[in-house]
């Protein structure tokens, strides 16, 4: 069986990287970092269909798969782009439609709503944070909330249940982080009203497992920057009289990268694949995924920024967007030593 990608799944990912080489360069990213205005790319993003990607026909979408949002994902990882796409396309979409929310589906696909998670505490407790519902509301501490500040929420209690919250009825703060790319803040919830979604724990399941493959994604086309940025500056930056791509050393250090990073393609795409196709394999598949993106793109981000000398440390070049981006989407929603313990607890290999 020869596993690659269609047409319409190349041209997918063809016109959004198109798209984000124009309105999503460096300079944008720097903007961004700076005044957290994500609306210019946010509408060109929506013009172009994204907000709609995991959304059924029925409901005003064009209802494709997994792997198509995981091309995007990997598309906006390359240019470090702010935009809501971790809970708004991907996460979201996927579980209102198994619910049958067809009056949230139809906003979320014309892009007029956004959707953040806050559900970090299903993964690992903090001693400072944690939420517990009674009587249709919730109380307590959500922190690591992604997209901030969205318009809605989907908050994770102690009872793995879901909500949706209004960010307006809750307190917010943003919360800072190393990665300025992607805003992240935090939902204090007193006796905040809020919608339950489900009940079901299959359901929060599914919903990291999704979002955690989308972050593999973002951080294979993370790494694949720096590699690329690596390679051309060792073919222009000359020590010696000779371009420092000649040194064995420096080739060896673009090879190793490339050796180590170009296997994880096909991981993240069978991992989104499995998300849809694959059911029974989905939850260790994305367990994997991400727990070996994370360390891969960590030693990309290393390798690359060594590459570059002094160089790599500047502002100048911007790598250091990248790098952080790697580094925070390692620790959002399981590092890898947790992600492969829980996968060893779903195979009963441990207690």
Avoid at 54 to 83: I, N, Q
Avoid at 133 to 155: C, R
Avoid at 221 to 241: S, T
Avoid at 316 to 325: A, D, I, P, Q, V
Wanted: charged share 25%; hydrophobic share 50%.
């Amino acid at each position: 069986m020869e596993f690659g990608l269609s047409e319409e799944q190349t041209l997918l990912q063809d016109s959004v990287s198109g798209f984000l080489a124009e309105h999503a360069n460096l300079d944008a990213v720097r903007r961004f970092a700076d005044d957290g205005d994500d609306s210019a790319i946010w509408a060109g993003l929506s013009e172009l269909g994204i907000p709609a990607l995991l959304v059924p026909e029925a409901a005003g979408g064009v209802g494709l798969t997994c792997l198509d949002a995981a091309l995007v994902a990997e598309a906006l990882g390359y240019r470090a782009a702010p935009s809501p796409f971790l809970g708004t396309v991907a996460a979201a979409p996927r579980l209102l439609a198994r619910l049958g929310r067809e009056d949230l589906l139809g906003e979320i696909a014309t892009g007029s709503l956004r959707i953040g998670l806050a559900v970090g505490e299903a993964v690992g407790a903090r001693a400072d944070a944690g939420v517990r519902a009674a009587a249709g509301k919730l109380h307590g501490k959500a922190l690591f909330a992604s997209d901030f500040p969205a318009a809605k929420y989907l908050v994770a209690d102690a009872e793995r249940r879901l909500h949706l919250v209004d960010a307006a009825a809750a307190v917010t703060r943003a919360l800072p982080t190393i990665d300025r790319t992607r805003p992240t803040g935090e939902l204090v919830l007193e006796g905040t009203t809020a919608e339950l979604l489900t009940d079901d724990p299959a359901h929060l399941r599914d919903l990291l497992d999704t979002a955690r493959v989308m972050l593999a994604a973002d951080t294979l086309g993370a790494a694949q920057q720096m590699l690329d940025q690596a390679v051309a500056y060792a073919r222009e930056r000359k020590q010696f009289d000779r371009v420092i791509g000649s040194f064995q050393a420096v080739k060896h250090m673009c090879a190793e990268m490339a050796a180590e990073l170009e296997p994880c393609r096909a991981m993240v795409w069978y991992a989104a694949h499995a998300l849809d196709e694959a059911p029974q394999e989905a939850h260790l598949t994305a367990c994997h995924t991400k727990a070996l993106l994370s360390e891969v793109g960590t030693f990309v981000a290393k390798t690359a920024t060594e590459v570059h000398g002094g160089m790599g440390f500047t502002d100048l070049l911007g790598l250091h967007y990248w790098f952080k981006r790697i580094g925070y989407n390692r620790q959002l929603l399981g590092s890898p030593e947790l992600l492969r313990e829980e996968a060893a607890r779903a195979q009963r290999l441990v207690a």
